[in-house]
């Protein structure tokens, strides 16, 4: 495989990988908490790093991940104290984690390498690099296997705990009610947004592992209708903005991370002008046709108060329709043309008559304004 | 002792901070009670594609130019958070970390674009994530200063308003108020005061410069004035502390100095602030549980002696009732009252038992139980 190939292969992965949690967190409305706990696991690396001196320990990812546990409690702690709201609770704990995680930096890792602009920001196209070797045979990047057992176990788990995590996430207080322990289900659900957040810092740098953790489950959800659709769509959405992302950055010699975040951005944009339900387009269709089909009704209306009566001959001419109905005659005659579509006027003469059909949607119009 | 007065970088630094302090402290207030703390952190990530366009249009890194850039996509940022809520279903807060991410995103992606060509000087991202509180000028400070006081005067002439904004927006519809436009604005006021803010304290830190001023002030009032004085005061002492205390001790940003030094502040307010505070919270709660906590113990010893009918004195330990009660009760103290309130005694070395008193009692309990059942 060459590079190119395998940094698809590690970008695709992770996407995947980070959107299956993500899915939970736009459903559950703490979304911002990805962000917090991609910032604050930042002491915790540099801790591990200062016991190992090596970058690459594992002891890293499980200090970053047991860090990211934490901010949670800290944050939840702090929420459940009732002084400080949700929002201000998770504001006020990730920047003080992070500040001392850059203070440690700055205090002990002068002349060791560890830049601090390198864990936030990573660099997808240095994770080929470091290669996956066991007794001498090269096995592929190493980010690939790790990121590939996270959404292994990731998948895994959301499937075991399909059940508790649906019900916990649509109606806490039902799963209470029945046993099934959200407050378990929140925490390991929020173990799982912190491994992920780890295994990914390094291939994508922590800021973007946010775009990857809401941006697709965010246009799945216009999309979809029920949860599993939901989640189906929000990997393939991801695996499509990581590809796009890619080919993009390849195409401009640009940040490979930064370049899937934007992609990521752009299908999320997409979905949301064009789709099909709730996008803004399908939105201002329903609206314009709502509006002719109000018309419509308003013209059959007031055709049929004037039919038979002396004022008809005038009141019901078409060359004067828009005067009597107070409206621009280019509106009134598509009003008209689309009334006699749907065979709900007729013309006779200058005059416009309603239909049969025509008089019952009026009556049903006004009975329905009487009633 | 340091020479205050005397050292220029750190008369400019402490200035610097102090004059982001107020403002950050003083707008993060309405913020905070919009519940919107985080709109700061969104809007600071979300300034780095217009920094990045201002130096690709510029050619430099003038200040004017770069602020007013990253203004900008703020601006834009929350704008389509905004759009993005009030047109889908997607929630405030995904809406409010996607557009953080992406602007960030796209930020990267025109920085290695810049970073590429020839002609690049060093972009500077670690400064614009970290900040450089060091590298402030004079001319820095006092544009800040002149921004920073707009903010303010701008709050003050509109505080009627913007406190309709936090507390009922929908009364102020009513009466005609152009809340949307109020909320445009107050944003505005949001992204200038943390544009001020990316040079001294950087990105990420930037959000707790307007979240822990105002959390801790709110513990310590009720009233929206006061609030907002007091959140701009400590965010003027941490701001001058942090920057004082990062130019003692050597290899201590100035940035995170001052974020641990919020923070302190706010942990020292949620437990001392007096009504609200957790030790305030847990002084009062500790003369209640005692009483509260007494009739399970009670309830426990009477089914514990019930099982051995023929033998009233026969005593049970208190082990047996901690693995009876709650994690963490304190049963001893529970023992202790009941046996003052002639309820239970002690029948041997650690052995407890109800007395008659205490059996009449238990029973009475049961039977209130049983006719709240039926």
Redesign the interface.
Known sequence: MSAELEILAIAVVTATAAALPGTY??LR????V??AIS?AILPGIVLAFFLTHDLNSPLLLIAAAATGVLTVVLIEA?IR?R???E??S???VF??L???G??MI??GA?GVHLD??AV??GELAFAPFHRLAVGGVDLGPAALWSMGAILVVNAVLILLAWKELKLATVDASLAALLGFQPVVVHYGLMTMVSVTAVGAFDAVGS??V??L???P??TA??LAERLGPMIGLAVAIAAAGATLGWAA?LA????I??????A??VV?AVA?LTAPQ?G?LA?ARRRSGQRLDFAVRMLLVHLLHHEGTPEAAEECRESGLHRHLGWREKWTKRVVSRARQRALVDRSGELVLPTDAGRQVADDAVIGFTC | MIDFFGDYTLRVVALGSGILGAVAGALGSFA?LR????V??ALS?AALPGIAIAFLLTGGKAPLPIMMGAALAGWVATLAVRL?VR???????????????????????????IQ?RPDAAQAG??SF??GQAASLLREDVVAMSILGAACLILLAVLWKEFKLLSFDTEFGESLGRPMRRLDGLFTLLLVVAVVIGLRTVGV??M??M???P??AA??LTNRLAPMVVIAAAIGVFSGVSGAILSSIIP???T???I??VL?TV?VVS?VF?PR???LWRWIRLGRLQPSAALDPVLMHLYALSQQHPDEPDHGHPMAVLRTMSPVGADIERVLVDLQARGLIEAVGEGLWAPTPIGRREAERNIDRADELRS
Request: glycine share 6%.
């Open positions: 967190l736009v409305r703490t979304a911002m990805s962000d910032h702090l104290s002084l400080v709201p929002d201000a998770i504001g006020i920047p003080a992070f500040s001392i850059v203070i700055s205090r002068s601090t602009d936030l920001l800021i973007l946010v775009a953790m809401i941006a489950p965010a959800y216009l950055a401009m010699d640009v940040s991370a930064g370049s899937i975040a934007t990521s951005g999320f949301f709730r803004l939105q | 905070y519940r919107q703390s985080l700061g952190d990530h993005v047109r889908s279903r997607v929630p405030y807060d995904s809406a409010l970390g996607m557009s953080l991410a992406v602007f960030f995103g796209f930020g990267l992606v025109l920085l290695t674009f590429k991202l670690d994530l970290f990420v830190l959000s707790a307007v979240v822990a105002a959390a709110r513990q290899h201590l940003p940035g995170p100095t974020v641990l923070s706010v949620l602030a609200r505070g957790l």
